[in-house]
């Protein structure tokens, strides 16, 4: 089914957030906004929810914190106690505070790395893969509100046309998507 | 919403829209290279390929060849290690640390900042590598299942957990680094024309589109990363610091030693950033963005920690004095008054007495006295490590075996070659990489530009608290 898709651009941050305030009080769904930088306050606008990578980064460091652990205390506990200097080395809670620098920097090894690469297959992110921003623009100045006719089927495209008309956008382009 | 007092300096000066800085910024890249930047490169490949050179022959020779002994065993290159990871501390500092303080002044030195961290590491991990003598084993340092028992790495040593803090503080720059560099590269390639660099920014975008959850996300990813580098940054010069402080050799033996290293290796990073930034800016045409401002409230970072590595050497002359320790006492003794005074010396002016002069506003507001007080601190700095090695250790308990340690050719070759490779890498990330974050920038035009700033407020006000958001764009 081909779908109608309607990119408003303009030319200022502020003008794009008013005007989305403007239109989704009148009940339009904004899809996707397209912005070279980020535009603070426009999420809870056009409805986008806050992201949980931050959980997931708690999840990852925990996950570091584990291993180094468990490692630490196979190799120095277990598999070939060391015996430096008579020190006890019974247990690893003997010996935890030599233990203490690796596992932080494992604990954030583990948590920069592990919620870099969930932030890279989230946003979908990867080398090589095309860019879908609709016009090259919008990475330099200018901003872009996109609306799925499907997403506002309660509108003709006259009427939603009109509804963006009022926004002071600087262009307003369409396209056909399968 | 938020609007700076009038009376504080805006950070991005003249008449500029969002299109003026990707122009601004994108200039350099897509212009042809300067000729000075064709010399600059060959001098410092030239210079880097020699030390190569050198340490080729060192490897295959032995490291007999430079000129430590058997008294005197770490000499230049922990030196040169310990100068170049406190060089590679600002980069991570500015962009993590001043991210949590929300300082927005930093957006015009981070992207240099941790390029030069980056590289910096690099050049600081050369060292130890090579220091190993049979580099080829350098593996054994990670814990890997053996075929000598099941015998593993020793967990109990500071220099294991320098393994783990440096490594794991280079790989965690690159990956905060190159988050920030990857919309920057989408505005490269939505703009370059010809095919190859399109191409490659590109790739190195990885098809970033800017949406509105991209940059949700993105704020995100950089507010966690700066989290966790700011321990991070913290950890690593303090465990470098623990390489001497936990051994029992008087002079190392003191636990001063990690807030002195830390604070000592933030104040050379701002020194070496000034030193690339003020010659950057010109070169660059960037003096709109790096000015006066930039470069006071880096002066004054400088003069901070200056002060504190200053109380440092204070107080471990005290207590080598104070504790009644004669093997402490005499440790400094020797320092300052034995055959390597001169190092001790030029320590004690460059460090202490130099960044003291800061307190003078038109001085630290000179670019030119800042260009130089930053090449003294760096100086400064080297004779800080060389003074605490090889002062602390060419005397040691048996006066039979007392030493000078004496630079071959090579430790001059090696040490003077990483700082060509350093340039090497830094003029192709001025030539071929965007050396302020542009997205970041535009999100504080609107708050700290000139032009903007002390307009009347022509929006309406928005009512949303703005969290987890360093920046705001009124």
């Known amino acids: 089914m081909a779908e109608k898709i309607i990119y408003a651009m303009y030319d200022d941050d502020d003008v794009l957030k008013d005007g989305a305030k403007k239109l989704v009080a009148k009940g339009v769904k904004v899809s996707e906004v397209f912005s070279p930088f980020p535009i603070h306050g426009i999420d809870p606008i056009i409805g986008v929810q806050n992201t949980r990578l931050g959980i997931m980064a708690f999840l990852y460091a925990i996950t570091g914190t584990m291993l180094a652990t468990i490692a630490m205390r196979y190799f120095m506990i277990s598999d070939w106690p060391m015996n430096i200097g008579g020190k006890p080395n019974n247990t690893y809670l003997d010996n935890i505070l030599a233990f203490i620098p690796v596992t932080f920097e494992f604990t954030v090894l583990c948590a920069a790395h592990g919620m870099a690469l969930t932030y890279f297959l989230r946003n979908k992110i990867l080398p090589g893969l095309p860019a879908s921003n609709p016009d090259p623009r919008t990475t330099d100045d200018r901003f872009v509100m996109e609306f799925r006719m499907s997403e506002n089927s309660n509108f003709t495209e006259e009427e939603l046309t009109s509804l963006i008309q009022t926004t002071g956008y600087v262009e307003l382009d369409q396209k056909e998507v399968k | 919403m938020h609007k700076e007092a009038a009376i504080r300096e805006p950070l991005i000066l003249g008449h500029k829209t969002y299109a003026d800085i990707t122009a601004d910024v994108c200039k350099p890249i897509e212009d042809k290279a300067p000729k000075m930047w064709y010399v600059l490169f060959s001098i410092a490949l030239i210079i880097g390929l020699y030390g190569v050179g050198c340490i080729a022959y060192l490897i295959g020779t032995g490291i007999g060849v430079w000129g430590l002994n058997k008294t005197i065993g770490w000499a230049w290159d922990i030196t040169n290690f310990v100068w170049w990871v406190g060089i590679g501390h600002a980069g991570t500092l500015i962009s993590a640390v001043l991210l949590l303080f929300r300082q927005k002044w930093r957006m015009a030195i981070n992207r240099s900042a941790e390029a030069m961290t980056i590289f910096a590491v690099f050049m600081a991990g050369i060292f130890p590598m090579i220091h190993m003598g049979r580099i080829w084993l ?210 004690m002016t460059c460090n202490v007495i130099s960044p003291q002069l800061m307190w003078i506003r038109p001085l630290r507001r000179s670019l030119l006295f800042t260009f130089i007080i930053s090449i003294v601190v760096n100086i400064g700095m080297w004779f800080e490590r060389y003074v605490i090695i090889v002062s602390s250790i060419h005397r040691d308990y048996l006066p039979s075996s007392w030493s000078m340690h004496y ?52 929006h309406g006000h928005d009512g949303h608290a703005d969290d987890n958001h360093n920046t705001n764009n009124h």
Do not use: C
């Not at chain 2, 800017?210 to 993105?218: D, P, Q, S, Y």
């Not at chain 2, 830390?262 to 990073?269: E, I, K, L, Q, T």
């Open chain 2, 407 to 458: 630079p071959s050719h090579i430790d001059l070759g090696v040490y003077v070659g990483t700082i060509g490779l350093f340039f090497v890498f830094f003029l192709l990330f001025a030539r071929f990489f965007p050396v302020l974050p542009i997205a970041e920038l535009k999100t504080i035009l609107k708050s700290s530009g000139e032009s903007y700033k002390n307009a009347p407020d022509t």
């Open chain 2, 138 to 347: 350098a593996y054994w340092v990670v814990p890997l299942p053996n075929q000598f028992g099941s015998l593993w790495v020793n967990f109990n040593s500071p220099l294991l957990w320098d393994v783990f803090a440096i490594s794991t503080y280079l790989s965690v720059s690159v990956v905060f680094w190159y988050i920030g560099l990857i919309p920057d590269f989408a505005t490269l390639r939505d703009r370059v024309k010809r095919p190859i660099p399109k191409k490659m920014y590109s790739i190195l975008s990885f098809g970033w589109s800017g949406r509105a959850k991209n940059w949700n996300r993105f704020e995100m990813v950089s507010l966690i990363l700066a989290g966790l580098a700011t321990p991070l940054v913290f950890s690593v010069h303090s465990i470098v610091s623990f390489d001497f402080a936990t051994s029992v050799i008087p002079g190392w033996h003191t636990t001063i030693f990690p807030p002195y290293f830390v604070a000592g290796a933030v104040f050379s990073g701002f020194a070496m950033v000034q030193t690339l930034m003020l010659v950057m800016r010109k070169a660059m045409r960037l003096e709109a963005y790096i000015h006066t401002r930039h470069v006071e409230y880096m002066n004054i970072v400088i003069m901070v920690t200056g002060s504190i590595v200053g109380t440092a050497y204070i107080t471990e002359l005290f207590i080598s004095w104070y504790s009644g320790v004669e093997y402490e006492a005499y440790a400094f003794i020797n320092r300052f008054s034995g055959p390597y005074w001169w190092a001790y010396w030029s320590m």
